[in-house]
Structure formats: structure tokens, C-alpha cells
């Protein structure tokens, strides 16, 4: 019924730049907090940033003045944008939503499929 769909991964240099799309489609009440979490080889994943439905923002210390998330609830999507990209932010990213179905649903948790960021020069 639901579907997240991620888009903007790709091969960048150290000190580069790169913004993530992720859409929600389909059967939608509402929607929730949306996020962005990553997976390196070898790691388990971690949380890089989350967004409330009202703007409120979260992000891991890590990447802390170095991406920017935010999103367009008339589009049902939510952005990542990696300034100053490291090799250490080479991983799989995935995007995370709360979403709602139906009157008084009160959501569950969709995840999409991955989209690889590559930092190497």
C-alpha cells in the first residue's frame, strides 16, 4: 500500500556534496516523524537525522553542521542535504517514515530500499 522511494545517491569526492530525495506513495493518511538513517559494510545502522511533522529536527553528532534535513509535506517528501562529505559517510542510506493509512490509524513505520553514497577521491 505504502511505498518510500529514495533518489540522489551517487559517487562524490571527500569535501563534495550530494541531496537525497525520498517520496511516499500510495495509500496515505498522514504522515509523521520522516527520517535518514545509514549502513556501512560491516555496521549496524545508525540514525543520521529525523524530522517532525512540524520541523522539529534531530541529528547524530556526527553529522552535525554538515547535513540539512527537511521536508515538503505537500509532496509527502523528505530531503537530506551532506555538505563536506567524509569517507566515513560512505554507507547505505535509508529513508524512514511514520505513516498513517487510514482515519485513526495511528502509523507504523515504513522504510525504503537503500540509495549507496560513495565518498572517494
Known amino acids: 500500500q505504502v511505498q518510500l522511494v529514495e533518489s540522489g545517491g551517487g559517487l562524490v569526492q571527500p569535501g563534495g556534496s550530494l541531496r537525497l530525495s525520498c517520496a511516499a506513495s500510495?495509500?496515505?493518511?498522514?504522515?509523521?516523524?520522516m527520517g535518514w538513517y545509514r549502513q556501512a559494510p560491516g555496521k549496524e545502522r545508525e540514525l543520521v537525522a529525523r524530522?517532525?511533522?512540524?520541523?522539529?529536527?534531530n541529528y547524530a553528532d556526527s553529522v552535525k553542521g554538515r547535513f540539512t534535513i527537511s521536508r515538503d509535506n505537500a509532496k509527502n517528501t523528505v530531503y537530506l542535504q551532506m555538505n563536506s562529505l567524509k569517507p566515513e559517510d560512505m554507507a547505505v542510506y535509508y529513508c524512514?517514515?511514520?505513516?498513517?493509512?487510514?482515519?485513526?490509524?495511528?502509523?507504523?513505520?515504513?522504510w525504503g530500499q537503500g540509495t549507496q553514497v560513495t565518498v572517494s577521491s
Open positions: 524512514n517514515a511514520e505513516i498513517s493509512t487510514y482515519w485513526r490509524d495511528p502509523g507504523a513505520n515504513y
Open positions: 500510495g495509500r496515505i493518511f498522514g504522515i509523521g516523524v
Open positions: 524530522i517532525t511533522s512540524t520541523g522539529s529536527t
